[in-house]
T-cell receptor
Framework: RKEVEQDPGPFNVPEGATVAFNCTYS??????FFWYRQDCRKEPKLLMS???SGNEDGRFTAQLNRASQYISLLIRDSKLSDSATYLC??????FGAGTRLTVKP | DTEVTQTPKHLVMGMTNKKSLKCEQH?????MYWYKQKAKKPPELMFV???????INESVPSRFSPECPNSSLLNLHLHALQPEDSALYLC???????????????FGPGTRLTVL
């Protein structure tokens, strides 16, 4: 089993849609969980840290399920500017494959 | 200041050249990272330095040689590279504590390397 598994998509959604991504991890000792966003030919930028209790930042909600060893990212009311690749990241720099999201008008 | 800087932005080198990539941060972070990213792939961890000591080497070929002269600087020395080493090389930094929320990595803009 891969250390981190993430559906690469692509996800093509209309503006205003709600979209969700998951990442599963195999190392139960993982302690740090993050979602990053990467635009084409740019560096990854932190979107959200992921906490056990779940956390929300505007239209974005992140959840952690330790029992099933996955994290999720929910984007509500998608905007055109949300089009990017979303990367899950675990302790000390273990990246998922990235999920490509395209939001269309 | 949450900025990580990298130089050069672009680098073209031959297989016999020796060159270096540089990374700098002034956030007081004590961990610094090198990643390699190929097109349409996620970043792959190469090296991690914590408190100026190499703590992780992900079985990277010896033609890549990292150096951490002080807590703010990280170099990657390149020698005898192959065309398949062409990629975006990303530097990142983070705090290095046991707290969950303090491992956030801040990335530099990367050096786009082409090996001819």
């Amino acid at each position: 089993r891969k250390e981190v598994e993430q559906d690469p998509g692509p996800f093509n959604v209309p503006e205003g849609a709600t979209v969700a991504f998951n990442c599963t991890y195999s190392n139960s000792a993982s302690q740090s969980f993050f979602w990053y966003r990467q635009d084409c030919r740019k560096e990854p930028k932190l979107l959200m840290s992921v906490y056990s209790s779940g956390n929300e930042d505007g239209r974005f909600t992140a959840q952690l399920n330790r029992a099933s060893q996955y994290i999720s990212l929910l984007i509500r009311d998608s905007k055109l500017s949300d089009s990017a690749t979303y990367l899950c990241v675990f302790s000390r720099g273990r990246f998922g494959a990235g999920t490509r999201l395209t939001v269309k008008p | 200041d949450t900025e990580v800087t990298q130089t050069p932005k672009h680098l073209v080198m031959g297989m016999t050249n020796k060159k270096s990539l540089k990374c700098e941060q002034h956030m007081g972070h004590r961990a610094m990272y090198w990643y390699k990213q190929k097109a349409k792939k996620p970043p792959e961890l190469m090296f991690v330095y914590s408190y100026e000591k190499l703590s992780i080497n992900e079985s990277v070929p010896s033609r890549f040689s990292p150096e951490c002269p002080n807590s703010s600087l990280l170099n990657l020395h390149l020698h005898a590279l192959q065309p398949e080493d062409s990629a975006l090389y990303l530097c990142a930094s983070s705090l290095w504590t046991s707290g969950v929320s303090t491992d956030t990595q801040y990335f530099g803009p990367g050096t786009r390397l082409t090996v001819l």
